[in-house]
């Protein structure tokens, strides 16, 4: 396992091509104004940008092993914490920490305060009911599903509808591990 | 080499050692067992086609990293031979050679399996199955027209890939 | 420097958007799923001239507005200015990027690549759906533009990749 902890993530992130990032919030806050337009129903806008986001992390995941160089995502618990400190890091620049784990270890909280998705962002009250970062959700989701994890993600607090940060709840559902994927006669 | 907005693909390439002949194939699979890409260099005897080769590739490896794993002498908590395996888990090989060729072979936590087959005499190509990863990742996972888990058409990354080859076996 | 985040970020958010229009939204209307696209690009553009321009003085005609667009608001974006300039003076401008930063990851499908049809149309796949990627950064132009009280029409042509080259067309 590489090691990890916040410098890691800010070394990687250093040697990355990076952009201005107002360019990244305003393109995603106009993607979640056109999806509302165009969809009309809230629930439907979450479950696309969770969609959405499930298929940019099944992208993602190869950039995040190939610079992280982790070799091996076995340990739910490690996972968590890599994807927390060096995947959020090297991506969005802003570092996410793990609370709240359960007693079998399988369940925890990605805490994250810091948000650019969200800068220069109001919902107004037309929006009840939206998840605004749906899309995290779904990246983390789709990236855990690449290294044989299953998981179940919600947000537990988000700071769009009055809490002090943002925060989902990752449960680890079943790891899959690798059959033969070839029947005997084909 | 010509690199993407001034990004570094690490690790640099290794040191080119070798006359550009020795490559004989190189094959990319996926966790599902899809053959994303294979490519030839030299190889003079084909038995079998494309579909069943690419099979008995994949098979010999799936095989191979079961029994490196059940033979582990240093690892107390291991399943029957046959039980399936998460990638990453227990140890696993990196190459094997005969007396005609050597296989090296690299798998990444998501499932992506990077086997190059050159000279038996060929060096140590770890570093180098590496850098064909971080190609994978610039060219091919990063490309906008590529669906993921389809086989890999995309010419950037095919003439690039074929040059790093020719450079290190 | 403001705040910055990794390149990937916006480039899969731009893949997943445009491949989220023409492949689940609208499948076989990709009129359609260009004019969301183009209208997501127009408000990002609108907004990002709005705060690039607040504090200086109007533009006093086109061409310093379109000057603008190639220095500032490219380098803004992109880290790099417009290469090449080109207009007739009647109202048509051409920005010429020569390589233009969310064309470098894009790779053609070397098996279909200029292939004709049997009936002998040029028939090339790869660059019908690499053009609907130019829908954005058209867009963003144009509403860059608009919110500088310029209405305009835009066009893109990727004939050369990497380079792009930006048509615009102000409405008289």
Redesign the interface.
């Known amino acids: 396992m590489a090691p990890a902890g916040p410098r890691f993530g800010d070394a990687i992130f250093a040697?990355?091509?990076r952009v201005n990032a107002e360019l990244f919030t305003l393109t995603y806050g106009a993607i979640v104004r056109q999806l509302l337009t165009d969809l009309e129903e809230v629930e439907e806008v979450n479950k696309q940008l969770d969609q959405m986001g499930y298929?940019i992390g099944?992208?993602?995941?190869?950039?995040f092993?190939?610079?992280s160089n982790?070799?091996?995502?076995?340990d739910f618990k490690e996972t968590a914490e890599m994807i927390a400190k060096v995947g959020f890091k090297m991506f969005l620049g802003v570092s996410a920490s793990v609370t709240n784990w359960d007693a079998d270890g399988t369940c925890c909280g990605i805490v994250l305060e810091d948000n650019p998705l969200v800068d220069f962002v109001e919902l107004p009250d037309t929006c009840q009911g939206l998840y605004y970062c749906n899309i995290l959700s779904g990246v983390i989701r789709g990236a855990l599903e690449?290294?044989?994890m299953k998981t179940e993600i919600t947000w537990v607090r988000d700071m769009l509808r009055g809490d002090d940060a943002f925060e989902l709840q990752v449960k680890l559902l079943k790891?899959?591990?690798?059959?033969?994927?070839?029947k005997d006669d084909? | 080499m010509q690199f993407?907005?001034?990004?570094?693909i690490?690790p640099s390439p290794p040191v080119p050692t070798a006359s550009g002949n020795n490559a004989h194939m190189i094959y990319v699979f996926n966790?599902?067992?899809v053959c994303l890409l294979y490519r030839e260099w030299n190889r003079p005897l084909h038995t079998l086609n494309a579909q069943q080769d690419h099979?008995l590739m994949?098979?010999l490896l799936?095989s191979l990293k079961s029994l490196t794993a059940k033979m582990d002498p240093t690892n107390l908590d291991k399943g029957n031979l046959g039980?399936?395996?998460?990638?990453?888990?227990g140890c696993s090989f990196h190459s094997f050679r005969t007396n005609t060729y050597k296989l090296s072979f690299m798998e990444?936590?998501?499932?992506?399996k990077i086997i190059l087959v050159t000279h038996p005499r060929t060096g140590d190509l770890r570093d180098s199955l590496?850098y064909i990863?971080?190609l994978?990742?610039?060219?091919v996972?990063?490309?906008?027209?590529?669906t993921?888990g389809t086989p890999i058409?995309?010419?950037?990354?095919?003439t690039t890939l074929d040059q790093y080859v020719r450079s290190i076996a | 420097m403001g705040r910055e985040v990794s390149?990937?970020c916006i480039?899969?958010l731009?893949?997943e958007m445009?491949?989220t229009y023409c492949n689940r939204f609208y499948a076989n209307k990709p009129e359609l799923a260009a004019r969301r696209i183009e209208a997501i690009g127009f408000q990002v553009g609108h907004q990002l001239s709005e705060r690039y321009t607040m504090e200086r003085p109007r533009f006093s005609d086109h061409l310093e507005a379109i000057k603008f667009i190639c220095k500032d608001f490219w380098s803004e974006l992109f880290k790099k200015q417009i290469d090449n300039l080109k207009t007739n003076h009647r109202g048509t401008f051409v920005l010429q990027d020569n390589?233009f930063?969310w064309l470098?990851?894009?790779?053609?499908?070397?098996?279909?690549?200029n292939t004709e049809d049997p009936n002998g149309r040029s028939e090339n796949k790869?660059a019908q759906?690499?053009s609907m990627?130019l829908y954005f950064p058209c867009g963003i132009i144009r509403g860059a533009l608009s919110n500088l009280g310029i209405p305009c029409a835009v066009s893109a042509d990727i004939s050369n990749l990497p380079q792009c080259s930006f048509v615009i067309r102000i409405k008289a």
């Not at chain 1, 982790?70 to 076995?74: G, L, P």
């Open positions: 040697n990355v091509e298929n099944i992208r993602l995941i190869d950039e092993l190939a610079k982790v070799s091996r995502c076995v690449m290294v044989s790891q899959v591990p690798e059959e033969y994927p070839y084909e | 993407f907005g001034g990004s570094e690490s966790r599902n067992g099979k994949f098979g799936f039980v399936p395996q998460l990638p990453g888990q990444t936590p998501s499932g992506i590496k990863y971080n994978y990742v610039e060219y996972a990063k490309n906008p027209l590529y993921p058409r995309c010419d950037l990354f095919d | 390149e990937s480039d899969s731009l893949t445009v491949t390589r930063r470098t990851h894009l790779s053609l499908d070397p098996t279909t690549e790869g759906v690499a990627h």
